[in-house]
T-cell receptor
Framework: AQTVTQSQPEMSVQEAETVTLSCTYDTSESDYYLFWYKQPPSRQMILVIRQEAYKQQNATENRFSVNFQKAAKSFSLKISDSQLGDAAMYFCAYRSGSSGYALNFGKGTSLLVTP | GAVVSQHPSRVICKSGTSVKIECRSLDFQATTMFWYRQFPKQSLMLMATSNEGSKATYEQGVEKDKFLINHASLTLSTLTVTSAHPEDSSFYIC??????????????FGDGTRLSIL
């Protein structure tokens, strides 16, 4: 079974600064997808960014970008120009490309944004 | 965008009651839906995969007789917590995968149901 590890239970960043959330995963598959989800206090799951394993180029979505290191099985999320609204739980998730579409989540990182 | 409606958003009931939670895809068909459970300050754990027209696939350790899943149509899956007890109190969240989308497309999540058993 694939495991997703987020080693930072909590992170803090000052408004307008940059923060990087780490995620590593363990898999023997070559075809898979990686996601970062944001869960604010409302507990709604919001997709932040996704990455296909076959793509070498790192995904970017406005202020959010990833550093995908396939050989190292690392998938970190960088948030630039942090805003107060970025404060939330962030979950890294893995999905197999060949067996089902269920997501396997990491334990999450709680991001605090200070003024 | 694709919308998943989950109802109810909050349930408080007495121990021994059975509770039904609905997950409905509003503007797309979903052959497959997923049910997750989230304890406070913890991650989402997959409980089961719901397949339209067939039996759900449960994850190891999830009691199928306790958590009944029905996926009778392409837009609706239900999770029934039978004879609920306080230890079943949790946040339950569903997601749906549009049948027509490519495999690399993300799932769409409902807003979750907070279940509290007294």
């Amino acid at each position: 079974a694939q495991t997703v590890t987020q080693s930072q239970p909590e992170m803090s960043v000052q408004e307008a600064e940059t923060v990087t959330l780490s995620c590593t995963y363990d898999t023997s598959e070559s075809d898979y997808y990686l996601f970062w989800y944001k869960q604010p206090p409302s507990r709604q799951m919001i997709l932040v960014i996704r990455q296909e394993a076959y793509k070498q180029q790192n995904a970017t979505e406005n202020r959010f970008s990833v550093n995908f290191q396939k050989a190292a099985k690392s998938f970190s999320l960088k948030i630039s120009d942090s805003q107060l609204g970025d404060a939330a739980m962030y979950f890294c998730a893995y999905r197999s490309g060949s067996s089902g579409y269920a997501l396997n989540f990491g334990k999450g990182t709680s991001l605090l944004v200070t003024p | 965008g694709a919308v998943v409606s989950q109802h109810p958003s909050r349930v408080i009931c007495k121990s021994g009651t059975s509770v039904k939670i609905e997950c409905r895809s509003l503007d797309f068909q979903a052959t497959t839906m997923f049910w997750y459970r989230q304890f406070p300050k913890q991650s989402l754990m997959l409980m089961a995969t719901s397949n339209e027209g067939s039996k759900a696939t449960y994850e190891q350790g999830v009691e199928k007789d306790k958590f009944l899943i029905n996926h009778a149509s392409l837009t609706l899956s239900t999770l029934t917590v039978t004879s609920a007890h306080p230890e079943d109190s949790s946040f339950y969240i569903c997601s749906a995968r549009p049948s027509t989308e490519a495999g690399n497309q993300p799932q769409h999540f409902g807003d979750g149901t907070r279940l509290s058993i007294l």
